[in-house]
Every structure is written in C-alpha cells, then in structure tokens.
C-alpha cells in the first residue's frame, strides 16, 4: 500500500476540520500502519465568498493518476452531497484501482473484490442514483407546471435558461447547461462568480435560479 489520501470538508467559517483530521489520520495508522510521510491531506473549506471544492479535485486527479492507493473520509456528508454524487465517486476511485474507505458509516469499497455486499452495494448505489435523477426530473416538470399560472413567470421575464411561448415557459437551448452549472455550484464544486461568468450573466441572476431550484430538479 502506497499514499493514503484524507479528505476532509466542512461548510461554513465556523466549522473545524480538526476533528475529520484527527479522525482520518488514526484510522489510516491503524487501518493501513501508515505514518504521517505516507498521508497526504486534502482540505476544503467552503466559505462565502469561495465555494470551490480544489483539493477534492486534486484528490481525484491524485486518485486516477495512482500517486495514492486509498482515500480515507471521515463520513460520506464529507465526500458528497447526494447518492448520485456518491456513485460518481465511488466509481471513479474503483476504475481507478483506490479503495475508499468512510469511517462513520464503516463502508469500505475495494476494487477488484468478490464480496457479495459491496457488490450489492455498488449495485444499490447505482439503481438509487437513476432513481435520484428521476426524481429530479420530475420536480423540474412539476415545477415548471405549478409556475405557469404564476403571474411573475406569466409576466416577467423567463428565467434563467428558459425561453417563453405563448406566455408559457419552455426549455431553453442552454438549459441542460444551467442545469449542470448551478449543480456544481449546489455541490460547492463551482463559485456562483465563475458560475456567473459561465453562463453570460450576473451573480444575482444565479443566486435567483437557486432559489427557485425546482425549477432546475436540484
């Protein structure tokens, strides 16, 4: 076993990360015999005005470039924020060949290994995942649904990535991007400035789109 990669994540100015990295780096010493020169530490910290999961990201490019063979959490709220996001990683991380091990939940996912419950689990995580999209699917109809009788959709102006006809909202050409773009900043992997810019508008004009996020099925 080579590095072992700790993530730690919280999401406000006044959490710690002292304790998810007390957390990790005793599972990885007792888990894998690890010292610190073979942990590598990766930290986020969402505040604000910086909402950009980087050292997620670095982990990641770490994890499918093999510079670490297992990524240690100390519970899945840390390393995702949903099933699908969940799936997403535990994917990667196997396609990879690194194990992810998630302390509180005692769930550890090791590629390449014939046990019937994790893959069970791999199973679930996928069914659950299609099942979370659908669902997200069908919030966007709804909601688009209950706001056409709303006079401020019926009146106003559409809303990001919409277009109007005959007074009724319908799918923009760029919605499927809005979409993507205000998940990431949803899931804190994108700052709504850079989220703003991407899409050709304002901040404010983001930070509307979140507040109606049935509209986007976020």
């Known amino acids: 076993m080579g590095d072992i990669g700790c993530y730690c994540r919280v999401s406000t100015q006044d959490q710690s990360l002292d304790r998810q990295l007390e957390s990790t780096q005793e599972y990885a010493k007792s888990e894998f015999d690890a010292d610190l020169g ?9 505040t604000g005005t910086n909402t950009d999961r980087s050292d ?8 499918e470039s093999r ?5 240690v959490v100390h519970s899945i709220s840390r390393i995702c924020r949903s099933i699908s996001d969940l799936e997403r990683t535990a994917s990667r991380l196997e396609e990879a060949g690194v194990e992810l091990h998630i302390i509180s939940e005692g769930l550890t996912l090791r590629p390449d290994e014939s046990d019937p419950y994790q893959t069970a689990l791999f199973q679930l995580l996928g069914v659950f995942a299609e099942l979370e999209a659908n669902m997200a699917k069908q919030r966007t ?6 706001r056409q009788q709303n006079d401020e959709y019926h009146h106003g102006p559409a809303p990001l990535g919409f277009e109007k006809d005959d007074g009724l909202l319908i799918e923009g050409e760029d919605y499927h991007k809005v979409v993507s773009v205000l998940d990431l900043v949803q899931k804190d992997e994108l700052s709504k400035r850079k989220a703003a810019k991407r899409l050709g508008t304002s901040r404010a004009t983001i930070n509307r789109a979140l507040e109606r996020d049935t509209l986007y099925g976020l």
């Not at 510079?67 to 990524?71: G, L, P």
């Not at 109809?141 to 209950?146: D, Q, S």
Request: hydrophobic share 40%.
């Open 38 to 46: 073979r942990l590598r530490f990766y930290r986020d910290k969402s």
């Open 56 to 63: 997620y990201q670095q982990m990641m490019n770490d994890a």
């Open 67 to 71: 510079e670490i063979d297992a990524v």
């Open 141 to 146: 109809k709804e909601g688009i649904a209950a």
